[in-house]
Structures are given as C-alpha cells and as structure tokens.
Antibody
C-alpha cells in the first residue's frame, strides 16, 4: 500500500514562494497520477493540478495556472508543488494525493502541509 | 468548470439513523466519474466511494453510493458515532477536478 509523506509546515511572506514536497513509499510511484489539493481554513477542498510521474506531464487548474509548478523526481519517488507570488488567501493546508490506477479518484492522501502567508 | 452543489449543508441525526447526502452537478459527469470522501477534523480526506457506487477498500457496507448524470447520493444506512464528519463529493470527468462545498454530518 502506497504511503505519502509531506514536508513540514511553512510560514511565508506575501509575494514569496513556497515549495512543498510529497514522498511516496510502499508502491509504484511512477504510474499513478499525483494530485495537489488545498483547503483554506474552514473551506472546501480545492483541486490545483496533477503530474504524471512517468513523464512529467502536468495539468493545472486555470485558477493557479500562472503561479503553480508541479514537478517530480522519479529517483526519489517525490513530487513537489511550488506556488509563487503568495498572498494571504493562499494560507491553507496543501495535500498531495495519489490517483488510483486507471480510475481517477484519489485513494491515498498525504498528511497535509500547512502554509501560512503573512505580511 | 463543473460546479458540484451538495445538500444539505448540515445534517443533524442520531446514531442508528439513516443519512442521505446529495450532490448535484451543473452538467453531466456520466456514471463513473464521481467520488465521495470523508474528512474528520485535523485529518486528510479519506476515499469512501469511487465510480459513483463502488466502495473503496476497507469501507463498511453501510456506505452506499448511487446516481448518474447530474444527481448523486451517498447513503449511510445506520450511523455509527465515527461517521459524524464532513463529506465531499468530487467529479473527475472533466478538468478541473472539482469538489462540492461539503455536507457536515453532526450528532443531534
């Protein structure tokens, strides 16, 4: 069974960038799409984008298209989500989640990384 | 972008009762591209149902998903104390993969 372990909490200044990591273990990382989903305090889940670890293809939500970059290091079984030009509204818990092979739903989730943005 | 509207926003029931949660899509997402997740306070979401009606691994059979097209339902037949949580539906038919705003299931 795959497990996803994310990097620790971050506190960032407005206008800066944050890079969150998500390390996979226990199963094949390469062929399962890896999604990033965020949740602002008291708010619903919000999908940001995915990456295919096999070839690095990405798909981003239009809302984040200009500010988010999702990458991966296959040798480390790790994916990364970098969000730039941070504003206070980006304060949220950021989750990585692995898509079930051939299905599309997200059956394995990381523990979440809290990102706090302040001036 | 497909908008998912969940109702009710909050559902107050007692253990042992039956819960019915609704998720309506702004356009058809077919019969296979709808998932339900449970989220407890301070935890990551957990997959309950995929493909509108298939239970994920380890999910008790009191959880049942149904529906197709634009109208979907999650039914919990007999509520257990651990079922009181937030529930989200999600469509993955079209990008962006959108979530509903959630239904809070609370103890009456």
């Amino acid at each position: 069974q795959m497990q996803l372990v994310q990097s620790g909490a971050e506190v960032k200044k407005t206008g800066s960038s944050v890079k969150v990591s998500c390390k996979a273990s226990g199963s094949t990382f390469t062929y399962r799409y890896l999604h990033w989903v965020r949740q602002a305090p008291g708010q619903a889940l919000e999908w940001m984008g995915w990456i295919t670890p096999f070839n690095g293809n990405t798909n981003y939500a239009q809302k984040f298209q200009d500010r988010v970059t999702i990458t991966r290091d296959r040798s480390m079984s790790t994916a990364y989500m970098e969000l730039s030009s941070l504003r206070s509204e980006d304060t949220a818990i950021y989750y990585c989640a692995s898509e079930a092979l051939g299905r599309g739903d997200m059956d394995v989730w990381g523990q979440g990384t809290t990102v706090t943005v302040s001036s | 972008e497909i908008v998912l509207t969940q109702s009710p926003g909050t559902l107050s029931l007692s253990p042992g009762e039956r819960a019915t949660l609704s998720c309506r899509a702004s356009q058809s997402v077919g019969s296979s591209y709808l998932a339900w997740y449970q989220q407890k306070a301070g935890q990551a979401p957990r997959l309950l149902i995929y493909g509108a009606s298939s239970r994920a691994t380890g999910i008790p059979d009191r959880f049942t998903g149904s529906g197709s097209g634009t109208d979907f339902t999650l039914t919990i037949s007999r509520l257990e104390p651990e079922d009181f949580a937030l529930y989200y539906c999600q469509q993955y038919r079209y990008s962006p993969y959108t979530f509903g705003q959630g239904t809070k299931l609370e103890i009456k």
